[in-house]
């Protein structure tokens, strides 16, 4: 049992790159969450899906975009990176709403 | 929206000593409250969480404590061992899920053999 995937773990772009990071669950969990990491700082919630085909925006969604095709997987795009962007970014999947999430390993991006 | 503070920061104790984290939560609707740990170059794990109707959870060297009047809960670490160094996060849930997660600003803990 894998349960959450996060590809890849690192990566450096150049401002103004595109990039997707997709996570996978094997948990057939509804809920899925995308975070980010700062040094100091709490995760904050970008975006997040209650079920296949949904999305929506959680504390801190500029600058990112999602999607939710299957109800194993959900990606986050960066259209165009900023330094701001760098950061470690967490993807985590649930069965409910208000019970343990599952987070994945993380994904190590710096903007360059 | 929900405020949660996180204390203290950084926590060192000896191996065998008791460790203990402290949140406070503003949002008096938050319900749920888990406590996750991170390990380095991982992401977070529950390790154990509370609901506003209980006031203590136990799970063998860990517990949680929570005052719904003051709006305060705690982690509570028995016998210390190396591999409970770590951060540590605290969460305030609201009734809306994850969707209204508030987390800590996380505790470095360090046990010193």
């Known amino acids: 049992n894998a349960g959450v995937t996060q590809t890849p773990k690192f990566r450096v772009l150049k401002t103004g790159q595109s990039m997707t990071l997709l996570c996978a669950q094997d948990?057939?969990?509804?809920?899925m969450y995308w975070y980010r990491q700062d040094p100091g700082m709490g995760l904050r919630l970008i975006h997040y899906?209650?079920?296949?085909?949904?999305?929506a925006k959680g504390e801190v969604p500029d600058g990112y975009n999602v999607s939710r095709l299957k109800k194993q997987n959900f990606l986050l795009g960066l259209e165009s990176a900023a330094p701001s962007q760098t950061s470690v970014y967490f993807c985590?999947?649930?069965?409910?709403?208000?019970?343990?999430?599952?987070f994945g390993q993380g994904t190590r991006l710096t903007v360059v | 929206g929900e405020n949660v503070e996180q204390h203290p920061s950084t926590l060192s104790v000896q191996e065998g000593d008791s460790a203990v984290i402290k949140c406070t939560y503003s949002?008096?609707?938050?319900?749920?409250f888990p406590w996750y740990k991170q390990e380095l170059g991982k992401g977070p794990q529950l390790i154990i969480d509370?609901?506003?109707?209980?006031g203590e959870k136990k799970d063998q060297r860990i517990a949680v404590t929570l005052n719904k009047t003051a709006k305060h809960f705690s982690l509570h670490i028995t016998e210390t061992q190396p591999e409970d160094s770590a951060v540590y996060f605290c969460?305030?849930?609201?009734?809306?899920?994850?969707?209204?997660?508030?987390f800590g600003t996380g505790t470095k803990l360090q046990v010193i053999p």
């Open positions: 985590a999947s649930s069965t409910d709403m208000n019970t343990e999430a599952f």
């Open positions: 948990m057939n969990h509804e809920y």
């Open positions: 899906s209650v079920g296949e085909g949904t999305t």
């Open positions: 949002d008096s609707a938050s319900n749920y």
């Open positions: 509370i609901r506003s109707n209980v």
């Open positions: 969460a305030a849930v609201g009734s809306g899920g994850y969707q209204k997660v508030t």
